[in-house]
């Protein structure tokens, strides 16, 4: 049997390391498509998780951040005495498999922040989980302290619910509570303090998901986004495929019009 010539082995190892380089790609593609996949159930439970809380709760979806000033409870858990959330004791829990546990999105993952606990996933208050929309900042924690009503909303496959979510902080990506609406929707809100950063994040192969209030999930580009940060020095949301997806019909936040 005839030994391979050095020539004929760089020549092997050249046409592999070119398959590589060609299929590489397609093999990340395919892996962040099935988690992808695993994120689009994970919202998908989450609505159904405040659908059914709003059930229970005379058709008022869940508050965001209720009693907001005293910064202890949100929708994904409540503050321990270390004052981090825990997510086991969010409203929704009772409402969602295992616990809770199955919210996390596997194309997320961070230390940083100080809203731990949502899972990679951002919640829309000013057009579902909150009633700022109506009272405006200046009304203080009435606005916080209750959802919106089912009937209130009055396009609800046009408005968003959860959305993969993340804020750019200077230092890297935290999680974070709110899904905050565009500065075109939050200026028609009375007395409101825009432009605030954005917080949907695009990471599945620059998609990212959202789910709306009457439980459709979609995959959704980037369509604006900033360079820069109101809060955070050093940030750079749309370096980071952190931005606002583009209304579809409508405002895609919330349009009570």
Known sequence: MRAFTLIELLVVIAIVALLMAILMPVFLQAREQGRRSLCSQNLRQLALANQMYAQDWEGYFVPAAPEFLRDQ????????????????????????????????????????????????YVYNEVGVGSRLWFMGYTAGLPAYDCGLAEWEIRKPAETAMFADGALDIGTGLAEYTFLIAPPDV????????????????????????????????????????????????????????????????????????
């Not at 321990?80 to 004791?89: A, D, I, L």
């Not at 825009?194 to 999930?217: K, M, T, W």
């Open 73 to 120: 409870r949100r929708w994904f858990g409540t503050r321990n005495r270390q004052g981090r959330f825990e997510p086991k004791n969010g409203p929704l829990v009772p409402y969602l498999k295992d616990g809770g546990l199955l919210r996390r999105c596997p194309s997320f993952d961070t230390a940083v922040g100080f809203d731990m606990g949502t899972g990679g």
């Open 186 to 257: 939050l200026r028609r809100i009375p007395n409101s303090y825009y432009p605030l950063d954005p917080s949907v994040h695009f990471r599945h192969n620059r998609n990212a998901n959202v789910v709306f209030v009457d439980g459709h999930l979609r995959a959704l580009k980037m369509a604006e986004s900033t360079p820069q940060s109101g809060a955070y020095p050093n940030a750079n949301p749309q370096a980071h495929n952190i931005g606002w997806f583009a209304p579809t019909t409508g405002d895609t936040y919330y349009d009570p019009e």
